[in-house]
Each structure stands twice: as structure tokens, then as C-alpha cells.
């Protein structure tokens, strides 16, 4: 091969593997941006203030925030706005707030306590719906402002996400609805305000970015026979990546009532000996994400 031909062929295979790189790099997640990392200091140009009647410091390698109702708690104010342009552009980001909430290791202890002590009762169905103490937060809020202030704000119940290894909270917001209410050019954070509707204050560990274009896998368990009267207990599981996710039981098909409990653990009883399909349906709570079923079987004998 002459000198000029290799010279050619060279060329054209850079050229080649240049096209695949960037091809490469159009498909690739980004990393997750994090705008606040945990620990006893803010980013620089980072300035931490309470919002309305609500308070926030930094306290035990967290920010804690007092809210006493909705629209009320702590405001991260950016000297130099951080400019999440391109993740908003990008498709299945989300804003996550790591959170751990002041009671709830208490309350889901309190819960399976419940849970035993039903368990071994004459009457499990007179277990308590909500074993947890009365003002935790339930619901939580942000507020995003942008440089030209313009703002937008998204509510998500907590009680749909399931704590991380080290016991926080996953709350995820889709940056997509917020998109489509700013509707920006660009999109330049120059505040975000976090709150909550209980009045126990609550931590934020961390504040990122990230991606998750999973599908929801619920799981309704196994297929089982119960007898008949006895008061069946259904947990109900569901993968769902940063989805806050709602729970659906339809314990008999061919009643025509769609939904008999909104609960993810239940108990049910069957009157009527027979074989029933016993469907669990999840919902991503902003609707992001297709709902998914799963389907089991249970025969109930006299």
C-alpha cells in the first residue's frame, strides 16, 4: 500500500471513530449534577435562609428545615444562579432530594409493631391505617425560581418512596413538569425553596440530578390458597427507580369494583369459596412512567 493511500485509510478510520464517539456521547447519561452535597458547609455562593414562617440551618452534617405548613420552610439562594440548562433538556432527569424525616425510623418501628401485634390478634383487620405520629411531614414541596424570576412549584407525598440503604428518603421531582410550566430559554436556578406540610422538622442530606427512565415492576407476591373468612394479608412491592409510586388492589375481577384498597399492605377476607385473579396495579404518582400490573392467583377453600 503507497504511502498516500495509508495516509487516506488513516484518515478516514479517525474520522470513523470520531462519528462514534460523539454518536457514543449523545447517548450517554450525563452524571448526576449535585447542587448540595451533605456536610456542615454549602457550595460556595450558596446561601441558606428560612422561607415564610419556616426556619432551616445547618445542623448534623445536614440542612434542617422547620416547616410549620406547606408553603413555609427553607430557601437556597444562589449568588451566581447554577444553570441546569442542559438537564432540563435532557429526557428522565429528576431533581432528588435525599430526606430523612424526624420519626419515621419511630414509625416504622410503630408499624411492625402493629403489624406483629395483629398478627397474633383475634381481629387482625383492627390494625390502625397510620401508625405514624401525627405531625411528620407527608407531603413535600419545591418551589423552583429561576434568574428571571419566574417560578413553578411541585408537590409529591412521601409516604410513596422507599427509604435508601442509609435510610433517607428518595424524594424525586421530574424536572420535565417543571420544564413545561417555565417554559425558559435557559434555565438558571437562582433559588430553591423545600418544604413540607408537617410541623416535626425534617433533614436534607443531599440535593442532586439524576436520570431513571426504569420501568415500574409491582409484585403482588405469590400465588396462595386461603380459607374462606380468614383475613388474607397482600404486601405489595414495586421497583420504580425515583418514582414516588400509588398503590391499587383489585381482590376479585369479575365484581366490577376497579380498586377495593389504595393501601400497598392489606388485609383481605374472601366470603365465597372459589379462584380468584387478584391484580396489583402501580401508578407513578406524576405519571411519568406507564402504570404495571401484576396478577396472582388465589384459591379460597370452605
Known amino acids: 500500500m503507497s504511502l498516500k493511500k495509508s495516509a487516506i485509510l488513516t484518515v478516514l478510520i479517525l474520522c470513523c471513530l470520531s462519528l462514534l464517539t460523539a454518536a457514543g456521547a449523545q447517548v450517554a447519561a450525563p452524571a448526576p449534577t449535585v447542587i448540595y452535597a451533605g456536610g456542615a458547609q454549602l457550595p ?9 414562617m419556616g426556619t432551616a440551618k445547618l445542623s448534623n452534617q445536614a440542612i434542617e428545615i ?3 405548613e406547606l408553603y413555609t420552610g427553607g430557601c437556597l439562594s444562589f449568588a451566581k444562579p447554577a444553570d441546569l440548562t442542559a438537564a432540563f433538556n435532557t429526557p428522565h432527569t429528576y431533581l432528588q432530594i435525599m430526606v430523612r424525616l424526624l420519626g419515621m425510623q419511630a414509625a416504622a418501628q410503630s408499624r411492625d409493631d402493629e403489624w406483629a401485634a395483629a398478627l ?3 381481629d387482625p383487620g383492627q390494625i390502625k391505617k397510620d401508625a405514624q405520629p401525627g405531625k411528620t411531614v ?26 435508601a440503604d442509609n435510610g433517607c428518603l428518595p424524594v424525586s421531582f421530574p424536572l420535565t413538569l417543571l420544564k413545561g410550566a ?7 436556578l437562582a433559588r430553591l425553596v423545600i418544604c413540607g406540610n408537617g410541623t416535626d422538622p425534617f ?3 443531599q440535593i442532586k440530578l439524576v436520570q431513571d427512565s426504569a420501568p415500574l415492576e409491582p409484585t403482588a407476591g405469590a400465588n396462595r390458597e386461603v380459607a374462606r373468612n380468614d383475613k388474607a394479608l397482600f404486601t405489595g ?7 414516588s409510586i400509588l398503590y391499587s388492589w383489585d381482590f376479585d ?11 400497598s399492605t392489606v388485609y383481605h377476607q374472601f366470603t365465597k369459596p372459589g379462584t380468584y385473579n387478584v391484580t396489583l396495579t402501580c401508578t407513578d404518582f406524576f405519571g411519568i412512567k406507564k402504570p404495571a400490573k401484576s396478577v396472582i392467583k388465589v384459591q379460597v377453600n370452605e
Open 138 to 163: 407527608g407531603r413535600l414541596q419545591v418551589m423552583a425560581f429561576l434568574e428571571d424570576g419566574t417560578g413553578m412549584e411541585l408537590q409529591v407525598d412521601t409516604g410513596g418512596f422507599s427509604p
Open 44 to 52: 460556595e455562593g450558596v446561601k441558606l435562609s428560612g422561607w415564610g
Open 237 to 243: 412491592k414495586c421497583k420504580s427507580g425515583t418514582s
Open 253 to 263: 375481577d369479575s365484581d366490577g369494583i376497579g380498586e377495593d384498597s389504595a393501601e
Open 66 to 68: 422547620n416547616s410549620k
Open 120 to 122: 397474633l390478634a383475634p
Open 182 to 188: 417555565l417554559e425558559a430559554k435557559e434555565y438558571k
Open 203 to 205: 433533614t436534607v442530606t
